[in-house]
Protein backbone atom coordinates (compact mmCIF):
# COMPACT_ATOMS: atom_id res chain seq x y z
CA UNK A 1 0.00 0.00 0.00
CA UNK A 2 1.15 3.39 -0.79
CA UNK A 3 1.94 5.80 1.92
CA UNK A 4 0.03 8.78 2.07
CA UNK A 5 2.12 12.33 1.57
CA UNK A 6 2.08 14.51 4.67
CA UNK A 7 1.39 17.88 4.70
CA UNK A 8 3.98 20.01 6.36
CA UNK A 9 3.03 22.95 7.82
CA UNK A 10 4.91 25.85 9.04
CA UNK A 11 4.97 26.42 13.03
CA UNK A 12 2.94 28.84 14.10
CA UNK A 13 5.27 31.56 15.29
CA UNK A 14 3.50 34.97 17.16
CA UNK A 15 4.20 38.07 16.14
CA UNK A 16 7.37 40.10 18.16
CA UNK A 17 5.11 41.60 20.71
CA UNK A 18 6.05 45.61 21.52
CA UNK A 19 6.86 46.19 25.48
CA UNK A 20 5.19 48.72 26.58
CA UNK A 21 6.29 50.26 30.44
CA UNK A 22 3.54 51.40 32.56
CA UNK A 23 4.52 54.53 34.28
CA UNK A 24 3.36 54.58 38.03
CA UNK A 25 2.48 58.13 39.35
CA UNK A 26 5.75 59.30 41.36
CA UNK A 27 4.06 59.12 44.65
CA UNK A 28 7.71 60.08 47.25
CA UNK A 29 4.93 62.23 49.45
CA UNK A 30 3.03 58.81 51.19
CA UNK A 31 6.11 57.69 52.65
CA UNK A 32 7.09 60.56 55.16
CA UNK A 33 3.33 62.09 55.19
CA UNK A 34 2.62 58.55 56.74
CA UNK A 35 5.18 58.56 59.21
CA UNK A 36 4.43 62.00 60.01
CA UNK A 37 0.81 61.38 60.70
CA UNK A 38 1.95 58.05 62.92
CA UNK A 39 4.26 60.77 64.79
CA UNK A 40 1.73 63.03 65.57
CA UNK A 41 -0.80 60.76 67.02
CA UNK A 42 1.97 59.08 69.30
CA UNK A 43 2.92 62.54 70.22
CA UNK A 44 -0.73 63.73 70.97
CA UNK A 45 -1.21 60.76 73.15
CA UNK A 46 2.28 60.76 75.12
CA UNK A 47 1.42 64.57 75.64
CA UNK A 48 -2.09 63.95 76.76
CA UNK A 49 -0.45 61.29 79.41
CA UNK A 50 2.58 63.33 80.51
CA UNK A 51 0.73 66.56 80.89
CA UNK A 52 -2.04 64.49 83.58
CA UNK A 53 -4.58 65.28 80.83
CA UNK A 54 -4.47 68.74 80.48
CA UNK A 55 -2.71 69.03 77.33
CA UNK A 56 -3.29 69.32 74.06
CA UNK A 57 -7.03 70.16 74.46
CA UNK A 58 -8.13 70.29 78.17
CA UNK A 59 -12.25 70.31 76.61
CA UNK A 60 -11.64 67.12 75.01
CA UNK A 61 -10.81 64.96 78.42
CA UNK A 62 -10.35 61.63 77.65
CA UNK A 63 -11.29 62.22 73.92
CA UNK A 64 -7.64 63.25 73.20
CA UNK A 65 -7.07 59.45 72.97
CA UNK A 66 -8.90 58.91 70.39
CA UNK A 67 -7.90 62.17 68.66
CA UNK A 68 -4.10 60.43 68.72
CA UNK A 69 -5.49 57.04 67.64
CA UNK A 70 -7.45 59.38 64.61
CA UNK A 71 -4.14 60.42 63.24
CA UNK A 72 -2.58 56.80 63.72
CA UNK A 73 -5.63 55.75 61.93
CA UNK A 74 -5.20 58.17 58.81
CA UNK A 75 -1.71 57.63 58.86
CA UNK A 76 -2.65 53.40 57.92
CA UNK A 77 -5.45 54.84 55.42
CA UNK A 78 -2.31 56.97 53.73
CA UNK A 79 -0.01 54.23 53.58
CA UNK A 80 -2.59 52.07 51.02
CA UNK A 81 -1.48 54.86 48.23
CA UNK A 82 1.84 53.64 48.65
CA UNK A 83 3.31 51.84 45.88
Known sequence: MPKSRIRKKDDF?????KKTTIKLDSRRWVAPFML???????LWIV?????DMRFPIESLKNWNIVVGFGFIAAGFGVSTQWK
Not at 13 to 17: H, L, M, R
Request: charged share 0%.
Open 13 to 17: TPPPV
Open 36 to 42: ALFAIGL
Open 47 to 51: VFYVT
